[in-house]
C-alpha cells in the first residue's frame, strides 16, 4: 500500500512543539502509512532553536526551513506563501497539516487551497470574537480554506457550526464539503509527555531557583496590547508588586525580551521596583520544560498567553488572564480561569477568589483523554484513502 505524504507545517517554537505530537505517534503507530516531511516557515527567529533544543525534548528535526523572519504581517504572510507553494508543488503531498492561527497557519492555508491541496487544520474553530487580533483572522480564514477540520474542545466544535460547517457530511471531502471532527487537545498529549520528560530531565532546576511546590505564582507576559500600551503595562506590574507584598508570595516572572525592553525603556522605575523587590523573579525566558515544570509546581499562574492558560488548566492550577477575552471560554465558564484584562481590582478580585477558593475549583478533561494525535492520525488515514 502506498504511504500517505503529509507535510506538517510549524512557524514557530510552540507550533514545533505542537507538530511533535503529530511526529511521535506517525513514528509510534503510522509509521507504515504515512510519510510525514516537516516544513518550518521561519517565520519567528528562536536562537534556541538549536540540536540541544530538539535532541532535549526528542522532536523531530525539520526537512526544509524556509527561513522567512521576521517582518510586517503582509510581507511575512506572501513571502511564506511564496516559498511553501515551491515546497508543496516539488512534494505533492496528499494533505498540509497547519495548526492554530499564526501567520504560518494563514500563509500555507491559502497557498496549498489556491492549488488545489488539501489542508488539515488542527485546532480549528477557536474563536475570541475579536477580529482586531490578527490571530482571528488567521484562524477564520484558515478554517475557511480547510478541508478537515479538528476541533479540540465541544465550543470550538459549536464555532465551526455557526459558521455553516455541517457534521453530517460525507465523503468524499473537499474545500466545499469539509470534514469536521472533535478530537480533544494535542497540547494535552503533549503536556503529559513532557510533564514525564521534565521530571526526569529537570529535577534540579526549581532547587536551583530556590523555589518550592505551591509556594510560588507564575507569571509570563508578552502580548503587544500589554506591553505597547503604557497604561495596561504600568497597571499590571504595580499590582503584581502590591499582591506579592501583601500576600509574602514569591513571583516567577519569565519575561519575554519585549516585555524586558518596555519596562526598561519606559518605565526604568517600575522595572527597578519589580527587579529590586527580593519576592519578585524576573529571570530570562526558560526552556519548554522548565516552562512545564513551571507551571506544574506553581501555586497560581498570571498570563496573557492562550496556551498557558490552557496547561494551567491540565495541571490543575487556577489562572488569571490578563485580556478582555479568551479563546478558551469553557475555562472561564468553569471558574478555573478568571479574565481580568488589566484592571488592578479585578486582578485583586481574582487573587482573592482563587486564594479562598482553591480547595473547592474542579478540573474536567475538557481537552480530551492525551490521545488526540492518534485520534487525529486514524481520520487523516481514513479520509485520504478513500
Given at each position: 500500500m502506498k504511504k500517505l505524504t503529509v507535510l506538517n507545517i510549524v512557524g514557530a517554537r510552540p507550533q514545533i512543539i505542537k507538530a511533535s505530537a503529530i511526529s511521535r505517534a506517525i513514528a509510534s503507530q503510522f509509521a507504515d502509512e504515512i510519510n510525514e516531511i516537516v516544513v518550518h516557515t521561519g517565520q519567528h527567529y528562536d536562537r534556541e532553536l538549536s540540536e540541544v533544543f530538539f535532541d532535549e525534548l526528542e522532536i523531530r528535526k525539520p526537512d526544509h526551513n524556509l527561513q522567512v523572519g521576521s517582518g510586517r504581517h503582509g510581507r511575512q504572510t506572501g513571502l511564506i506563501m511564496e516559498r511553501i507553494e515551491e515546497v508543496i508543488l516539488n512534494e505533492k503531498p496528499d494533505c498540509v497539516i497547519i495548526y492554530g492561527d499564526t501567520?504560518?497557519?494563514?500563509?500555507?492555508?491559502?497557498?496549498a487551497a489556491k492549488q488545489h491541496y488539501p489542508v488539515v487544520h488542527i485546532e480549528a474553530g477557536m474563536r475570541s470574537f475579536n477580529k482586531t487580533m490578527p490571530e482571528e483572522l488567521n484562524r477564520i480564514t484558515a478554517d475557511h480554506a480547510s478541508t478537515v477540520l479538528f476541533a479540540s474542545?465541544?465550543?470550538?466544535?459549536?464555532?465551526?457550526?455557526?459558521?455553516?460547517?455541517?457534521?453530517?457530511?460525507?465523503?468524499?471531502y473537499d474545500i466545499n464539503n469539509p470534514r469536521i471532527f472533535l478530537t480533544g487537545d494535542i497540547m494535552y498529549d503533549n503536556s503529559l509527555f513532557y510533564a514525564d520528560l521534565a521530571d526526569r530531565k529537570k529535577q534540579d532546576f526549581l532547587g536551583r531557583m530556590g523555589l518550592a511546590e505551591d509556594q510560588f505564582v507564575l507569571v509570563t507576559i508578552h502580548r503587544e496590547v500589554n506591553t505597547d500600551d503604557l497604561g495596561r503595562l504600568t497597571a499590571i506590574f504595580?499590582?503584581?508588586?502590591?499582591?506579592?507584598?501583601?500576600?509574602?508570595?514569591?513571583?516567577?516572572?519569565?519575561?519575554?525580551?519585549?516585555?524586558?525592553?518596555?519596562?526598561?525603556?519606559?518605565?526604568?522605575?517600575?522595572?527597578?521596583?519589580?527587579?529590586?523587590?527580593n519576592l519578585i523573579r524576573v529571570i530570562p525566558p526558560v526552556s519548554f520544560l522548565e516552562m512545564i515544570l513551571l507551571e506544574k509546581k506553581a501555586r497560581m499562574v498570571i498570563t496573557d498567553s492562550g496556551g498557558v492558560q490552557k496547561e494551567s488548566h491540565f495541571f490543575s492550577k487556577p489562572c488569571i488572564v490578563l485580556r478582555k477575552e479568551t479563546e478558551w471560554v469553557e475555562l472561564v465558564k468553569?471558574?478555573?480561569?478568571?479574565?481580568?484584562?488589566?484592571?488592578?481590582?479585578?486582578?485583586?478580585?481574582?487573587?482573592?477568589?482563587?486564594?479562598?477558593?482553591?480547595?473547592?475549583?474542579?478540573?474536567?478533561?475538557f481537552y480530551g483523554d492525551g490521545r488526540a494525535a492518534i485520534t487525529i492520525l486514524k481520520e487523516i488515514t481514513e479520509v485520504f484513502r478513500s
Open positions: 501567520n504560518s497557519t494563514l500563509a500555507a492555508a491559502l497557498a474542545t465541544n465550543t470550538a466544535f459549536k464555532n465551526l457550526m455557526t459558521e455553516g460547517f455541517r457534521p453530517e457530511n460525507v465523503a468524499p504595580n499590582t503584581l508588586i502590591d499582591l506579592a507584598d501583601k500576600n509574602k508570595m514569591v513571583m516567577v516572572m519569565p519575561l519575554h525580551p519585549r516585555t524586558i525592553i518596555a519596562l526598561r525603556n519606559k518605565v526604568p522605575e517600575l522595572y527597578g521596583r519589580l527587579t529590586g523587590n468553569n471558574g478555573t480561569v478568571k479574565l481580568a484584562d488589566a484592571d488592578p481590582g479585578r486582578i485583586t478580585e481574582a487573587w482573592e477568589y482563587f486564594e479562598h477558593n482553591k480547595e473547592l475549583l474542579q478540573y474536567p478533561g
